[in-house]
């Protein structure tokens, strides 16, 4: 399978978005990481283990900067998986230091107790976490390993103890029953999160 890189020499990937959840002023999402430890049936960056990431560099001196001009108020960092990435927390503390609001969306299985504590310190972070289903065999399967769906939630639970979790995302599947999405949606107001979104997603 043949993947646009999302490094070239003149140009770093990023793009414009909305969403139906709050939030005022232009927002940017940026791609900081082609690696992903998990394999999604859905994935439409193609994300595999192998990859390369944005520099440290190149996004504090390239992207940022550039994304500023545009007036963006609001940045949400994805890959791949954005914990991969070796300078997420120096990433984000640079955009704090800038005043500037950071989104993560991640799957929460390479999340360390160390980058939560870091995280949660900042106080300008929030993060949102991809569950697909209530159990190993939906959200684990749809991902490519059901050994994942336990440690995603765990982590959710700590994202939401140290008042980092914002949202939970979800993508309607074969796999997942409707049962569990009344699970799912009793699981976010048990920890607080602040919404539930469906993503649409289509097999072609």
Not at 24 to 29: D, M, P, S
Not at 115 to 131: F, P, R
Not at 141 to 150: I, P
């Amino acid at each position: 399978m043949h993947t646009k890189s999302l490094i070239v020499d003149t140009a770093a990937s990023s793009c414009y978005f909305r969403t139906s959840v709050g939030g005022e002023g232009r927002k940017a999402l940026i791609q900081i990481t082609e690696r992903c430890n998990l394999h999604c049936a859905h994935c439409f960056v193609s994300a595999v283990k192998e990859g390369g990431d944005l520099s440290l560099t190149q996004l504090t001196t390239l992207v940022i900067p550039r994304l500023r001009r545009a007036r963006v108020e609001r940045i949400t960092l994805t890959g791949g998986e954005p914990f991969v990435h070796p300078d997420i927390i120096a990433l984000c503390r640079h955009l704090a230091e800038l005043g500037i609001p950071v989104g993560i969306c991640t799957n929460a299985t390479q999340t360390s107790d160390d980058q939560i504590e870091q995280l949660a310190a900042l106080g300008n972070v929030h993060i949102n976490v991809s569950l697909d289903g209530f159990r190993p065999g939906s959200h684990g399967r749809f991902r490519g390993d059901q050994s994942s769906f336990e440690l995603t939630v765990a982590t959710v639970r700590k994202f939401a103890a140290t008042g980092l979790l914002q949202g939970l995302l979800s993508t309607p599947n074969t796999l997942t029953t409707v049962e569990e999405f009344a699970d799912l949606c009793e699981f976010a107001v048990q920890i607080g999160a602040q919404y539930v979104l469906m993503n649409v997603w289509t097999l072609t």
